[in-house]
């Protein structure tokens, strides 16, 4: 039981480039999320997923895509990479968006230059 | 807007001290209030309070909500150099998702 996991675990881009995020949980949960941390900013959300067939944006969703391929999985797309989304990408999920307990992946490291 | 505040942004204590960190919420309809650990990698769930003035304890550390001043603490006893760490409180919002304070980082020294 892998919980939930990301890949890549570090990426650096060229500004303009594009790039997908993987995530994907082995819970059998229902709902995903996309946050990203920068420092002295703490989590904020940018894209969830409430079940599988829906996306829905969350507090800082421009410039990024997100895609609910099944239950399993919900990947997170740069179309054009800027400078400023230099961050650390975490995936999370729960049983359901009223499930208050959401489990994290270990993260991806991007930078763009 | 909803919002979470956590205070002190950082801290740095020595083995054995005591410390408590802050958390202070306004947020819609509020649900319930979470704790997180992050180290190194991903956040790691610590508690989650939705009753005011019960107390949640697990080891060393202690949690609990006050509704009515829209707050909560999470105290640390004896404090050991694992427990350096960032640590995030979490609000449920009036969307239905967490709303994360920007985190305490606790340095313990030894």
């Known amino acids: 039981n892998a919980g939930v996991t990301q890949t890549p675990k570090f990426q650096v881009l060229k500004t303009g480039q594009s790039m997908t995020l993987q995530c994907a949980q082995d819970m059998n949960h229902n709902s995903m999320y996309w946050y990203r941390q920068d420092p002295g900013m703490g989590l904020r959300l940018i894209y969830y997923s409430a079940s599988e067939g829906t996306t829905d944006k969350g507090e800082v969703p421009n410039g990024y895509n997100v895609s609910r391929l099944n239950k399993r999985e919900f990947s997170l797309r740069l179309e054009s990479a800027a400078p400023s989304q230099t961050s650390v990408y975490f995936c999370?999920?729960?049983?359901?968006?009223?499930?208050?307990?959401?489990?994290f992946g270990p993260g991806t490291r991007l930078t763009v230059t | 807007e909803d919002k979470v505040v956590q205070s002190p942004l950082s801290l740095v204590v020595h083995e054995g001290d005591t410390v408590t960190l802050n958390c202070s919420y306004e947020v819609t309809n509020f649900r319930s209030l979470l704790w997180y650990k992050q180290e190194k990698k991903a956040p790691t769930f610590l508690f989650m309070l939705?009753?005011?003035?019960i107390e949640k304890k697990s080891g060393r550390l202690s949690s609990i909500l006050d509704k009515k001043e829209l707050s909560s603490i999470l105290n640390i006893t004896a404090t050991q150099t694992g427990d350096s760490a960032i640590y995030l409180c979490a609000v449920k919002g009036s969307q239905g998702n967490l709303i994360f304070g920007k985190g305490t980082k606790l340095s313990v020294k030894p």
């Open positions: 939705t009753s005011s003035g």
């Open positions: 999370a999920s729960s049983g359901w968006t009223g499930s208050y307990e959401q489990y």
